[in-house]
T-cell receptor, first 115, second 112 residues
Framework: DTAVSQTPKYLVTQMGNDKSIKCEQN?????MYWYKQDSKKFLKIMFS???????INETVPNRFSPKSPDKAHLNLHINSLELGDSAVYFC??????????????FGPGTRLTVL | RKEVEQDPGPFNVPEGATVAFNCTYS??????FFWYRQDCRKEPKLLMS?????NEDGRFTAQLNRASQYISLLIRDSKLSDSATYLC?????????????WGLGTSLAVNP
């Protein structure tokens, strides 16, 4: 059984397009995250939601918009894609947001290539 | 200065060797600390949390030094399968001010 799943696994698209990445977790966790890992392997948190409420919103372009229809899903929509958006996007979840429940479980990643 | 810093390596060690990595952090109010492992083209996976008193899990030992603001990971009797990138994570703040800061990772290659 997949704990944190993401679709699609690979996404190749042209500059200027709008695309979405979906994430679902079946762990019953309250908190979900989106990360971006660029070509230099730097893993940077983008957003975090706790029970559908945005709790971490790092400095990312407003072309990126997360949406959480319920606590098991956190989707990422990207408008007007740019070359610099090419990266691997990881979804993750954790049980809560206190230090004792911070362990994060990651999805397999979505490799986005913008041409 | 970066909030969390790691030596990127790569560390090349022979099988059976003992190897140690450090991770320094700048925020003295940091609360929780973790080591994650990431294999090539895979997602990060939790290796171990780091507790104040230090903790051990088989061949892996994690330590926290609050005075000098660093955490360490020691791997004894290295296996080929230990080859990966090791990422440290530091958290501070709470609620909407909570921050998770990831290091860039330390690359380990264990050679036969």
């Amino acid at each position: 059984d997949t704990a944190v799943s993401q679709t699609p696994k690979y996404l190749v698209t042209q500059m200027g397009n709008d695309k979405s990445i979906k994430c679902e977790q079946n762990l019953g966790h309250d908190t979900m995250y989106w990360y971006k890992q660029d070509s230099k392997k730097f893993l940077k948190i983008m957003f975090s939601y706790n029970n559908k409420e945005l709790i971490i919103n790092e400095t990312v372009p407003n072309r990126f918009s997360p949406k959480s229809p319920d606590k098991a899903h956190l989707n990422l929509h990207i408008n007007s894609l740019e070359l610099g958006d090419s990266a691997v996007y990881f979804c993750a979840s954790s049980q809560g947001r206190t230090s004792s429940t911070d362990t994060q479980y990651f999805g397999p990643g979505t490799r986005l290539t913008v041409l | 200065r970066k909030e969390v810093e790691q030596d990127p390596g790569p560390f090349n060690v022979p099988e059976g060797a003992t190897v140690a990595f450090n991770c320094t952090y700048s925020n003295s109010a940091s609360q929780s600390f973790f080591w994650y492992r990431q294999d090539c083209r895979k997602e990060p996976k939790l290796l171990m949390s780091v507790y104040s008193s230090g903790n051990e899990d088989g061949r892996f030992t994690a330590q926290l030094n609050r005075a000098s603001q660093y955490i360490s990971l020691l791997i004894r009797d290295s296996k080929l399968s230990d080859s990966a990138t090791y990422l440290c994570v530091v958290t501070h703040g709470g609620g909407n001010n909570r921050k998770l800061i990831w290091g860039l990772g330390t690359s380990l290659a264990v050679n036969p």
